[in-house]
C-alpha cells in the first residue's frame, strides 16, 4: 500500500495566536490520537498535499523528534473562506487494536447488463470497515461480470476478507439500468411482434367465407 511520510516537529505552544503563527509560516496544525499519548504536531502544507488531495486510501509515517508513527488519516479542516487546509487530524495504528477505516471501492468485470445494453450506475465509491490494521488496503474489488439488467450489487453482497462491512446491508453499491433506446425497443417490440401472427388467421377466415368464383358455361 501506498504511505506518504511526513516530516514535523512537535507543538509546545497550543492556541489560536500560535495557531495563527503556525498558518502564516505554511504550516499546518495536525493531532495524532490513539496511541500511547496524544500528539500536536505541525508540519509544512505541502507535507499533506499528497495525502489530503487524492481519493486514495493511503497510510501516513510522521516523524516526530526522531519517532515514527504509522497512521491513517481520520480528519481534514478547511477554511470556509479561503478553502486553505487548516487542521489535520490522525489515528495512529496499534497492532492488535482494530480501526474504523473508509476504503475506497474498485469495480472489475465486464457487465452481463452492459453488453446488453444497460447502463452502469455506481451508487456507492466506498465502504466503511472495521478491521486490524494489518489488514488494511488500498480498496475493495467489487466484480460486476454476472449482473445483469436491471440488477443491483448491494453493500451485503460484497465479500471482503477480514472486514467487517459497518453500511447498512441493503444500500445499492452498483446498479444496471435500462438505456433510454433499449426502453423504446421494450416498448414498440411486443405490438410490431404480434401483428404478423395476428394477421395471418385473420386472412386465413377472410379467404374461407369468400363464396367461390362460378365457373364459366361450357360452349354449346
Same mark, same amino acid.
Given at each position: 500500500?501506498?504511505?506518504?511520510?511526513?516530516?514535523?516537529?512537535?507543538?509546545?505552544?497550543?492556541?489560536?495566536?500560535?495557531?495563527?503563527?503556525?498558518?502564516?509560516?505554511?504550516?499546518?496544525?495536525?493531532?495524532?490520537?490513539?496511541?500511547?499519548?496524544?500528539?500536536?504536531?505541525?508540519?509544512?502544507?505541502?507535507?499533506?498535499?499528497?495525502?489530503? $488531495?487524492?481519493?486514495?486510501?493511503?497510510?501516513?509515517?510522521?516523524?516526530?523528534?526522531?519517532?515514527?508513527?504509522?497512521? =491513517?488519516?481520520?480528519?481534514?479542516?478547511?477554511?470556509?473562506?479561503?478553502?486553505?487546509?487548516?487542521?489535520?487530524?490522525?489515528?495512529?495504528?496499534?497492532?492488535?487494536?482494530?480501526? =474504523?477505516?473508509?476504503?475506497?471501492?474498485?469495480?472489475?468485470?465486464?457487465?452481463?447488463?452492459?453488453?446488453?445494453?444497460?447502463?452502469?450506475?455506481?451508487?456507492?465509491?466506498?465502504?466503511?470497515?472495521?478491521?486490524?490494521?494489518?489488514?488494511?488496503?488500498?480498496?475493495?474489488?467489487?466484480?460486476?461480470?454476472?449482473?445483469?439488467?436491471?440488477?443491483?450489487?448491494?453493500?451485503?453482497?460484497?465479500?471482503?476478507?477480514? $472486514?467487517? =462491512?459497518?453500511?447498512?446491508?441493503?444500500?445499492?453499491?452498483?446498479? =444496471?439500468?435500462?438505456?433510454?433506446?433499449?426502453?423504446?425497443?421494450?416498448?414498440?417490440?411486443?405490438?410490431?411482434?404480434?401483428?404478423?401472427?395476428a394477421a395471418a388467421p385473420?386472412?386465413?377466415?377472410?379467404?374461407?367465407?369468400?363464396?367461390?368464383?362460378?365457373?364459366?358455361a361450357a360452349k354449346k
Open positions: 500500500m501506498q504511505t506518504i511520510t511526513i516530516e514535523g516537529q512537535l507543538r509546545t505552544g497550543l492556541g489560536k495566536q500560535a495557531t495563527r503563527q503556525l498558518r502564516s509560516e505554511g504550516k499546518v496544525p495536525g493531532v495524532i490520537y490513539g496511541g500511547a499519548r496524544e500528539l500536536n504536531f505541525s508540519a509544512p502544507v505541502t507535507a499533506f498535499k499528497n495525502l489530503v $488531495y487524492t481519493p486514495d486510501f493511503q497510510l501516513a509515517e510522521i516523524k516526530l523528534d526522531g519517532a515514527t508513527h504509522r497512521c =491513517i488519516l481520520k480528519d481534514i479542516q478547511f477554511d470556509k473562506v479561503t478553502d486553505d487546509l487548516n487542521h489535520v487530524d490522525f489515528l495512529e495504528l496499534v497492532e492488535d487494536k482494530k480501526v =474504523i477505516a473508509t476504503i475506497p471501492l474498485k469495480f472489475t468485470g465486464a457487465a452481463k447488463g452492459v453488453k446488453d445494453g444497460g447502463k452502469l450506475i455506481t451508487k456507492m465509491k466506498a465502504l466503511k470497515i472495521k478491521t486490524l490494521p494489518k489488514y488494511l488496503r488500498e480498496n475493495i474489488e467489487v466484480d460486476l461480470t454476472n449482473l445483469e439488467l436491471n440488477g443491483n450489487v448491494r453493500v451485503e453482497d460484497v465479500k471482503a476478507v477480514n $472486514y467487517e =462491512i459497518l453500511n447498512s446491508p441493503r444500500i445499492p453499491v452498483a446498479s =444496471i439500468v435500462l438505456t433510454r433506446q433499449l426502453k423504446q425497443e421494450e416498448s414498440t417490440t411486443p405490438a410490431g411482434a404480434a401483428a404478423p401472427a385473420a386472412a386465413a377466415a377472410t379467404a374461407a367465407a369468400k363464396p367461390a368464383a362460378a365457373k364459366p
